[in-house]
């Protein structure tokens, strides 16, 4: 116990941070501006990690594309941004719920309500993430802001043991859990503005790098089509009149144009798309997408290869 109190102590995450040591002696402005100042210190930390960043998008791409999924697991803070992360992938790029999946020590409930002694335990590291049968097409992503968290270094242990190919993300340097995956990004963001509140800083850089991995992931296999998410899925009003404005952008074509190809795809964006740039009709365009693996742009080119082909 002795020893674990003093590898924490010696955590910049957990340090005191010099610049908010009267913090509560200061009015609200001050105590924003402070905050933002820290704040401001977390992207260029991110910064530092772009490299490793970049490999990871690199393995979580070619993992999706392959039939594998991406599993993040975290306890806290971390659990939490993960499973944000998570839930976003169906509603904004239409895919599969089991792709990007999470896993949290506590479950579900600890969405909501701490569950935070669960983190202590390496058994159910294990155990939850054994129950999703990781392997070797998978890419386990291991969230902790000290990078020590027993629950998800015996995860990723487990995961890299099957075969998975294996991320961690963290903000402190030379971690157990960074030393435990294939990939470490340490985005080292230093003492927080309230002592040990990881949320904070170390919060943000963690949703900061989850933001890269699974957009860059979603890029490289083609649901953006420029800066536009073609993949979008429209489930009322305001993402349907989204997907109207991105058919018009992406492709030049007046609204009617858009509409009727939106009604025509059955309301699937990325596939009025195709039927717009390469002027072909709904099967065709399905099958484009189907033999591009869903890559809009490549989906969209075949015509063109095609003919190139033929001549």
């Not at 390496?122 to 020590?148: M, N, Q, T, W, Y």
């Amino acid at each position: 116990m002795k020893a674990i109190k003093e590898e924490i102590k010696k955590l910049g995450t957990e340090k005191q941070n010099p610049a908010s040591l009267d913090i509560d002696t200061k009015n609200s402005l001050e105590i924003a501006r402070i905050i933002n100042a820290e704040d401001a210190k977390v992207a260029r930390a991110v910064n530092k990690a772009l490299p490793q960043i970049a490999k990871a998008i690199d393995i979580i791409a070619d993992a999706l594309r392959s039939g594998g999924r991406l599993i993040y697991v975290g306890a806290g803070t971390s659990g939490r941004l993960a499973a944000l992360d998570s839930s976003e992938m169906p509603p904004t790029y239409n895919t599969d719920p089991k792709l990007v999946q999470y896993v949290m020590a506590g479950g579900e409930k600890a969405l909501g309500s701490a569950a935070e002694s669960n983190e202590d335990s390496r058994e159910l590291g294990v155990k939850d993430l054994a129950a999703r049968r990781p392997g070797k097409k998978d890419v386990v992503v291991g969230i902790a802001a000290s990078g020590r968290t027993p629950y998800t270094v015996a995860a990723i242990e487990y995961a890299r043991k099957k075969g998975a190919k294996t991320v961690a993300i963290v903000c402190n340097s030379g971690s157990p859990l960074a030393a435990a995956a294939h990939v470490a990004i340490e985005a080292v963001v230093g003492p927080e503005v309230v002592t040990g509140s990881t949320r904070m800083k170390a919060g943000t850089a963690q949703k900061l790098v989850l933001n890269m991995l699974s957009t860059g992931a979603m890029i490289r296999l083609g649901y953006v089509y420029g800066n536009l998410m073609v993949n979008v899925r429209l489930k009322n009003e305001k993402l349907v009149e989204r997907g109207i404005t991105i058919l018009q952008r992406a492709s030049g074509c007046e609204r009617e144009d858009a509409e009727r190809a939106l009604k025509a795809s059955g309301n699937q964006v990325q596939i009025a798309l195709v039927m717009l740039k390469a002027g072909v009709n709904k099967a065709e365009a399905v099958r484009r997408l189907k033999a591009a693996k869903g890559n809009v742009r490549q989906a969209i080119g075949g015509r063109a290869k095609a003919q190139k082909a033929s001549a």
